[in-house]
């Protein structure tokens, strides 16, 4: 009997599922591996009858928390899929904000019509057996996850800082070259991407275990940067890991 | 059938990207109420991106939607780059115009493949399909894989582009790699052909209706518009992109986290259905032969023909994206400085940028202040200015199916949705039918 999988999303990009889609010809083999019963975005046929969860997105309001619950209970493993869902990700951003001036800026007149609280990372609702960090995920990154599990293991996570992966790939440090960047407290697994591509990170992984914030904070004063721009750059992804700190 | 009651509440309707309800209740014939709705949780990226800097914004916006992150990147920084009174060189141009081909294709691909297709072969998802008809499946994913590519090879990912940064390019592809794609494409145009072909003979699954509506899209006298261009309305003319205020009038419908927009009538349409009656004439020559080849000719009121508008895109995508990789090989691509950074003298302004992406036309409205820090930041998405016109096409389609079993409104209900390819994260920056 193959493993039956499901996906979900909340507030998100659905990004993350995309790239599910864009593992292309894996995919057919992932497809012999286990059964999809449920995946909205393209399926229509639905079963709650599932063993692995894979969830996208933050929860934003009370609405979804029933939903969320009622996946913890039909599932025996829910995975956290990308960092609005793993680590509350770019929706945090407006916890910084008066949550009714947010609604307002948006609907106006209407605000009041529409609940909304802070945005959260799953595990804020439900307890999370594992994470797939990245915004947008990385393919071979979630089809590690999936291996793992499906081989009854923990799949495991760097717990070492995107720098680590940036020097291996001979990078010209985004501090050298003028830039704030937040790899240095930034959980590594995506090989830099980003910084390959020419610019920073940006921090979508969230966190690495034990920051190292002092080394970080030496780097930004011997490069001038205030402390300001690095609390304002923590702030596109960190919101919800700060406020927790 | 006749004098039937008829309850269909589809609760998020599926292959749709994001969340969104269909509710009709029919009494003894009668349509009591037909509703479009949309529950996704609110994501407020205007108030989110305030007081955020402007190298920043295209990176926020970006995440507005994973499936078109690379228009909302580019109407991002079209609109600060409008605002901060920045141009850039041509070269960039046409390679943001090929980032935007890659998206197009690998949307519209994914859409006509993995989510129309099992309607039209009479099953619930692609997954049967995969045994079905594997070689289908297989040119689908090889097709929707050398998009990807495209992506990846000019932005520097497939979702959330990285390279596009205010000014330009923080890194370019080489020559090489552009004309490897260039052969890639050529090689391709047979499996385009036999996708058109598969298309050809199941187009008549989808149903035979019309509603005249407004169309707006991008237009522009030397192209088919997608990265730039006047507004064009099939009912009003044109106006430039800094004006759209005047064409998506938005307003709140208190059953949607979505807002609604309209025009001059009670809806307008956009997207590829829109685009080809604007600007048909200035489709690649095999785009126009496959459009010719469907009778899809303008002014077509069918929206269900809007996934065949989005068909002869990629034809078009793929003739125009090997088209621009010839132009940049004939003026010599020049080189940039690594990690590169354009030198961007902030000040403050408002800049509106538009592009057309893969649902329709989208719009990004920014003001920065002197230090070049967002005040006040407006998006006007797609999906939002086709909501009012799918519920008018519900409203219209109905009468035609009323007679048919519930199991078979619902499934020509959620057709329609699917046909607009709705994009509903986008939306709330939905998909859901409940008949009951």
């Known amino acids: 009997m193959k493993p039956k999988v499901a996906f979900f999303d909340f507030a998100g990009c659905e990004g993350d599922q995309l790239q599910v889609a864009n593992l292309e010809e894996e995919l057919l083999t992932l497809l012999g591996q286990v ?71 948006v609907y106006g007149e209407n605000a009041k019509l529409f609940d909304s ?13 594992a994470y797939v960090y990245g915004c947008p995920i990385d393919r071979e990154d ?51 991407c980003c910084v390959n591509e020419g610019t920073i990170c940006w921090g979508c992984r969230g966190f690495v275990d034990n920051p190292n914030e002092n080394a970080h904070k030496e780097v930004l004063i011997k490069y001038g940067f205030t402390v300001d721009e690095a609390i304002g750059k923590f702030k596109l992804y960190f919101g919800w890991q700060e406020a927790k700190r | 059938m006749k004098n039937q009651n008829i309850e269909v509440a589809v609760h998020h309707v599926t292959r749709v990207e994001g969340h969104g309800n269909i509710y009709v209740n029919i009494q003894k014939g009668v349509v009591e109420k037909c509703e479009w709705s949309i529950p996704e949780a609110p994501r407020f990226f205007e108030a989110m991106v305030e007081g955020r800097s402007w190298n920043e914004l295209h990176h926020i916006t970006s ?42 294709l690998q949307s519209h691909i994914l859409h006509l493949g993995f989510l129309v297709l099992p309607d039209l072969m009479g099953v619930g998802s692609v997954i049967p399909l995969a045994s079905t008809n594997l070689p289908e499946v297989k040119t689908v994913l090889r097709l929707h894989r050398l998009a990807n590519e495209m992506s990846n090879l000019v932005c520097g990912r497939t979702t959330h582009p990285q390279r596009l940064i205010p000014g330009g390019f923080s890194k370019i592809p080489t020559i090489k ?20 072909e598969l298309f050809k003979s199941l187009v008549d699954k989808f149903p035979k209706f019309r ?97 065949i508008a989005q068909l002869v895109e990629v034809v078009h995508g793929f003739e125009d994206s090997i088209r621009l990789i010839n132009e940049l090989e004939a003026a010599g691509l020049q080189s940039q400085p690594e990690y590169y950074k354009p030198e961007i003298k902030v000040k403050a302004g408002q800049g509106v940028g538009a592009v057309e992406v893969p649902r329709g036309i989208l719009f990004h409205d920014y003001t920065y202040n002197a230090k070049g820090v967002c005040t006040k930041a407006n998006c006007i998405i797609p999906t939002n200015q086709n909501h009012a016109n799918i519920e008018l096409d519900m409203k219209a389609l109905l009468p035609q199916v009323i007679d048919k079993s519930q199991k078979e409104i619902e499934l020509t209900l959620e057709m329609l949705v699917r046909a607009y390819d709705p994009c509903i994260s986008c939306s709330t920056h939905a998909v859901k039918v409940n008949f009951t």
């Open chain 1, 117 to 129: 609280y802070a945005a959260r990372p799953i595990d804020a609702i439900i307890p999370v057996d």
């Open chain 2, 63 to 104: 995440r507005i939607c994973g499936i078109c992150s690379i228009g909302h990147s580019l109407a991002s920084l079209k609109a600060t780059e409008a605002a901060m009174g920045l141009t850039i060189s041509e070269q960039d141009i046409k390679l943001r115009k090929l980032a935007l081909h890659g998206e197009n």
């Open chain 2, 177 to 196: 790699e552009l004309t490897e794609l260039r052969k890639k494409l050529q090689d391709s145009i047979p499996s385009l052909q036999a996708v058109a």
């Open chain 1, 35 to 105: 059964e999809v019963v449920a995946f909205r975005e393209v399926m229509k046929e639905h079963n709650d009858n599932y063993e692995i969860a894979f969830i996208e997105g933050s929860c934003t309001r009370l609405q979804d928390e029933d939903r969320l619950k009622q996946i913890r209970k039909n599932a025996k493993i829910v995975v956290a899929i990308g960092s609005c869902a793993a680590i509350g990700g770019i929706n945090s951003l407006r916890n910084y904000k008066d949550l009714e001036s947010v609604k307002k800026t």
């Open chain 2, 211 to 307: 509603r005249e509506t407004e169309f707006i899209a991008l237009t522009d006298p030397n192209e088919y518009a997608l990265y730039d261009g006047l507004i064009a309305s099939s009912d009003t003319g044109t106006a430039p992109a800094r004006e759209y205020l005047a064409f998506a009038n938005e307003y709140v419908v208190p059953r949607s986290t979505a807002k609604w927009a309209k025009h001059v009538r009670e809806s307008y349409m956009v997207g590829a259905l829109a685009r080809l009656n604007i600007n048909y004439k200035r489709l690649s020559p095999m785009a126009r032969e496959t459009s010719d080849k469907f009778n899809l000719l303008p002014m077509c009121h069918n929206p269900f023909m809007n996934n």
């Open chain 1, 142 to 192: 979630f089809l590690h996850v999936v291996k793992s599990l499906l081989l009854g293991k923990k799949p495991e996570t760097p717990t070492y800082p995107v720098c680590v992966e940036c020097k291996k790939n001979e990078n010209i440090c985004a501090f050298e070259r003028g830039q704030f960047c937040v790899g240095p407290v930034t959980r590594a697994g995506c090989n830099s």
